[in-house]
């Protein structure tokens, strides 16, 4: 098969029990999850904890201690078995763009495109460059373009033959925060318009859960938890997830009910069933907005800290048990550091961890 070939775009890129390490020690452990026809997904964690290794894994440049890849069914690694990087119909983009300096940009895009008939190669790189919003653009050189423009002719080389799947390592990172806001939803609806499968690695959790539909947390080699970012936010499987992603405090608590926890804050209920045995001495994840400054509350705390973030108020207060969570108010209550406020929990449901 050429790149020529218009491949049938992927249905299923499926991880079982991927390990995969240097010298002999593995960097990641037992990864497992799958990627679905058109799906975004994202490995999201901390530095190091090896989320570009399972990338190159899967683009076929790191070989598999145990477990397997597939798409389509078709095994690409497994420990005994490596399908070539170039006959994967992988796309890659990385954090350093690499445009080719001394081609223009319609040639960069063009660049996996040799095998194409003339008019479809112009054809597609004119359709890419209006794509990305570079129309007009095709004669310039790399150095006269922003690094955001740089970075969508990459995604548009990358995409050009296109591939079964995109790959992405940290493709913002080297760009200023305001432009990273702009392109990571113009690149999310490239990539949607183009009904292509993409699976981006970052440690922004802003940016995962602005261009994912699915995302994998790791931690040290681990996937705690795969799922939407939605899930992943107010249903956190593992106690690392809970505090990893967003702000979050564990306020001591013991179950009283199905769906009831006592804590320093009264009895709290939330509308799922937690699975919880009554007496049980839990953690309750409790968010900035979970918890609401009320006067009329007979609960009481200090505040310690306070930020003012514009729309609200961020505050940091102390419980009578000395136990100290997050607080969001609106911005028109002003409380001085070291004043008690009331407060009050408004939960949607309960995620609890054992103590
Ligand atoms: N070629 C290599 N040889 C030996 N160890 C490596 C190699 N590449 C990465 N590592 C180690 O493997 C671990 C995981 O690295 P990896 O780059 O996959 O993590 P990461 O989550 O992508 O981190 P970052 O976000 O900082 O890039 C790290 O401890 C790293 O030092």
Same mark, same amino acid.
């Given at each position: 098969m050429t790149s020529l070939s218009l491949h049938a775009s992927l249905k299923e890129l499926t991880l079982s029990d991927v390990s995969v390490g240097y010298d002999g020690s593995?960097?990641?452990?037992n990864a497992s999850f799958q990627l679905l026809e058109g799906q975004i997904g994202c490995l999201l *964690? %901390? &530095? *190091?904890?090896g989320k570009s290794t399972l990338l190159r894994a899967i683009a076929g440049f790191e070989s598999l201690m145990s477990g397997e890849i597939r798409i389509d069914g078709d095994v690409l690694s497994s420990p005994s078995h490596s399908v070539n990087p170039e006959h994967r119909f992988i796309g890659m983009v990385f954090q350093d763009i690499a445009l080719f300096p001394h081609l223009t940009i319609a040639q960069n895009i063009a660049f996996g495109l040799s095998e194409w008939p003339k008019v479809a190669i112009q054809e597609r790189v004119t359709y890419l460059l209006d794509l990305v919003g570079?129309? *007009?653009? @095709?004669?310039?050189? %790399?150095? &006269?373009? &922003?690094g955001g423009q740089q970075q969508r002719v990459a995604l548009a080389r990358a995409i050009a033959p296109k591939p079964k799947l995109l790959l992405m390592d940290e493709p913002f990172s080297g760009l200023d925060a305001k432009l990273r806001e702009e392109l990571v939803p113009d690149i999310r609806h490239i990539l949607q318009h183009e009904k292509m499968s993409a699976l981006l690695v970052t440690h922004d959790q802003m940016e995962a859960f602005a261009m994912a539909d699915q995302v994998s947390v790791m931690d040290a080699g681990v996937i705690h938890q795969t799922g939407s970012p939605y899930q992943i936010y107010h249903? %956190? @499987?593992?106690r690392f997830v809970a505090s990893f992603i967003g702000h979050g405090d564990f306020l001591p608590a013991v179950v009283c009910g199905a769906n009831c926890v006592h804590s320093d804050l009264g009895n709290i209920r939330g509308e799922l069933d937690h699975g919880f045995a009554d007496n049980a001495q839990v953690d309750l994840l409790v968010r900035p907005d979970d918890i609401l400054h009320d006067d009329d509350s007979e609960f009481l705390g200090v505040i310690v800290s306070k930020w003012f973030r514009g729309s609200h108020f961020l505050y940091r207060v102390k419980l009578t048990s000395g136990k100290v969570i997050y607080c969001f108010a609106s911005s028109h209550h002003n409380h001085a550091v070291g004043q008690e406020i009331g407060l009050s929990v408004h939960l949607d449901h309960l995620v609890l961890f054992s103590r």
């Open positions: 593995a960097v990641v452990k *964690g %901390p &530095s *190091g904890c570079l129309a *007009g653009f @095709e004669s310039r050189y %790399p150095h &006269s373009l &922003s249903r %956190p @499987e593992t």
